[in-house]
């Protein structure tokens, strides 16, 4: 039996651009401290894979570097990468340019080696980027020895037109490996094909909102036949998004769809349902200090007080007529653009001063 943990997609030193630069910096910061838990979590392991892209780009902060060293030498366990998109095998890569200990193998090539353990009567496979896009990778592979147990470490994509290392199930099936430990994919994903687990363990910590939820790694153990997968979260910001029908009172209706825990996350907060005068920059005034980040997008629609006038044998009721019914048909987006016109041709039809 060999206990193993999968994590990938650490993106180290991210920008974290939607954020101002003091926070952008203390997430960074917050990623290499990430790794502390992560060393952690691998105590007891005899394997630890890791899929790529540990890195956002070639450009690393020394800090970064230091972090990541002191989290491959904390851990007993053989350690085996393969470089991704994000932190292909270049020139100029980090992963070429620091010694980073010898208990940590990195696949430097685009075609598939083996690395034989002896002791755990295992092979473990990988290969690597060697630019930001990577032909297909695992082809017609089949493991060379069927009587041990195989692993894999691959950074790629199951998709067929995929310009990142494309991937087919039906090649995981053909592959004869016990469990391909895949990175790329930021959503936790795990799966079994033929005789074959796979899985993504999504990223380590979420940096926007097409991140959103928990994150973490995945701990694995797998004996010859049998692999059993867990997903293992870690204490990391969240990013959420939170919808809200405003209600009467807007303030009160976020206060209570809220979870008890979430002053130190990134929250978008969309607002939906009908309203008559909502203020959002006074709602962000007086929320934005309950966050870490905080972003709230009105997709609220007018009550229906506006179309009052609908009936009314007048033109203002002809013009309201024919705007509620393109209303009544169109998508949310759209409601929003139909009724503001409305709003702005009642005030011209009012001589009121209409609002820029």
């Known amino acids: ?18 954020l101002p630069p ?18 952690a979590a691998c105590e007891n392991c005899d394997i630890v894979l890791l899929s790529g ?4 780009g070639e450009r690393i902060y020394l800090d970064t570097i230091e972090a990541l060293k002191e989290f491959f030498a904390s851990i007993s366990a ?14 100029t890569s980090p992963y070429l340019c620091e010694d980073w200990g010898e208990n940590v193998h990195i696949f430097t090539k685009p075609e598939i080696e083996r690395v034989r353990i002896d002791a755990l009567n295992c092979d473990v496979y990988g290969a690597a980027f060697v630019s930001q896009e990577q032909p297909a990778i695992l082809g017609d592979f089949h493991v060379l020895d ?16 995929s310009p990142y ?26 799966e079994r094909v033929g005789q074959t687990n796979y899985a993504y363990p999504g990223c380590l910590m979420g940096r926007g909102f097409d991140e959103c939820g928990q994150k973490g790694a995945l ?19 969240r990013y959420e998004i939170l919808r809200v029908d405003v209600g009467d009172d807007a303030l009160a209706s976020i206060c209570a769809a809220l979870p008890q825990e979430h002053g130190e996350d990134c929250y978008r907060i969309v607002l939906t349902g009908e309203s008559d005068g909502l203020d959002p920059e006074s709602l962000y005034e007086r929320l934005a200090g309950g966050f870490y980040s905080l972003q709230l997008v009105d997709q609220t629609l007018p009550k229906q007080e ?27 987006e759209q409601r929003q653009h139909i009724a503001q016109a409305a709003k702005l041709v009642l005030s011209i039809m009012d001589g009121r001063e209409v609002p820029l």
């Not at 003091?22 to 060393?39: F, M, V």
């Not at 892209?53 to 956002?56: A, G, K, N, P, T």
């Not at 701990?219 to 910001?237: A, H, Q």
């Open 1 to 18: 039996m060999i206990k193993l943990l999968h994590a990938a997609d650490f993106h180290l030193d991210s920008a974290f651009s939607s």
């Open 22 to 39: 003091i926070k952008a910096t203390q997430r960074r910061t917050e990623q290499r401290l990430t790794l502390r838990q992560l060393a």
């Open 53 to 56: 892209d540990l890195f956002e």
């Open 78 to 91: 053989q350690i085996f990468i393969s470089p991704g998109n994000h932190d292909p095998i270049t020139s």
């Open 146 to 161: 069927e009587g041990r147990i195989n692993l894999m470490v691959l950074h790629g994509e199951i998709q067929k037109d």
């Open 165 to 190: 290392a494309p991937i087919l199930k039906e090649q995981i099936a053909g592959s004869g490996l016990d469990y391909l430990a895949l990175g790329h994919v930021h959503r936790t994903m795990i």
């Open 219 to 237: 701990r694995v153990t797998v004996k010859k036949g049998v692999c059993d997968v867990e997903f293992l979260p870690l204490r990391t910001r």
């Open 306 to 332: 506006l179309w009052s006038a609908a009936t009314e044998d007048t033109l203002r009721g002809h013009f309201l007529r024919i705007l509620k019914q393109r209303y009544d048909t169109a998508t949310q």
